[in-house]
């Protein structure tokens, strides 16, 4: 079964650039997750989907941070226009459905972002 | 608010030796769930273990396993014989349906087992 896909792995940007991360889930999960990692701390949900509808995007910076899942399968996370403190591993996860404790979540290799 | 602290930064741990982490919580929650996720260098985070905040019992997984302590909210993770591909970023995290079904996780606590 193949994982969790994420693209790019790595970008460089300059600040005030944009900048778009996609994300392809496991074939048949309906839940969708987004996470900023900064350097030295634990992943931090950015926004959750499930199907093509957002669950929970409570901690996701609405004035810069986009997010969109059509058709309820690919994502893409966008940053318009990027911080210097947005430099980040991005990663995208996946569940079957809404992982209320007993669902895993499924995690992508990420995508690293630097902002100079 | 839900908190994860580890307040370990970072391990090291002679290969074929037993190594512990330290987890504790905080929340008002009576219903949650606790994990440890493993993130090995360069490769995906995967889940190490589940604890159900009813369930007394510690759960194990193979070489790991945990001590859960519900009243002083400390989730330890305990490894056995330990080997050189568990060098990783170890991270604790929290779920509760009161908070949304959301992962907290804590800041993570660097293993590296030695040869």
């Known amino acids: 079964e193949a994982g969790v896909a994420q693209s790019p792995r790595y970008k460089i940007i300059e600040k005030r650039q944009s900048v778009a991360f996609w994300c392809n889930p496991i074939?048949?999960?309906?839940?969708l997750y987004w996470y900023q990692q900064i350097l030295g701390q634990g992943p931090k949900l950015l926004i959750q989907?499930?199907?093509?509808?957002?669950?929970?995007d409570s901690q996701l910076p609405k004035d810069r941070f986009s997010a969109e899942r059509l058709k309820g399968v690919d994502s893409t996370l966008k940053i318009q226009p990027a911080k210097l403190e947005d430099s980040a591993v991005y990663l995208c996860?996946?569940?079957?459905?809404?992982?209320?404790?007993?669902?895993?979540?499924?995690f992508g290799p990420g995508t690293r972002l630097l902002v100079l | 608010a839900q908190t994860v602290t580890q307040s370990q930064p970072e391990m090291s741990v002679q290969e074929a030796e037993t190594v512990t982490l330290s987890c504790t919580y905080d929340?008002?929650?009576?219903?949650?769930?606790l994990f440890w996720y493993k993130q090995p260098p360069s490769r995906q985070m995967i889940l190490v273990i589940r604890?159900?905040?009813?369930?007394?019992q510690n759960a194990t997984e193979n070489r790991f396993s945990v001590n859960f302590q519900k009243a002083a909210k400390s989730f330890s993770l305990k490894i056995s014989d330990s080997q050189l591909g568990d060098t990783a970023m170890y991270f604790c995290?929290?779920?509760?349906?009161?908070?949304?079904?959301?992962?907290?996780f804590g800041a993570g606590t660097i293993l590296r087992v030695k040869s």
């Open positions: 929340t008002s929650e009576n219903n949650y769930y």
């Open positions: 074939s048949g999960h309906a839940t």
């Open positions: 989907f499930q199907n093509n509808g957002v669950v929970d």
């Open positions: 604890q159900e905040a009813y369930k007394q």
């Open positions: 996860a996946s569940s079957l459905e809404i992982a209320g404790g007993r669902e895993t979540q499924y």
């Open positions: 995290a929290f779920m509760s349906p009161g908070y949304g079904n959301k992962l907290v």
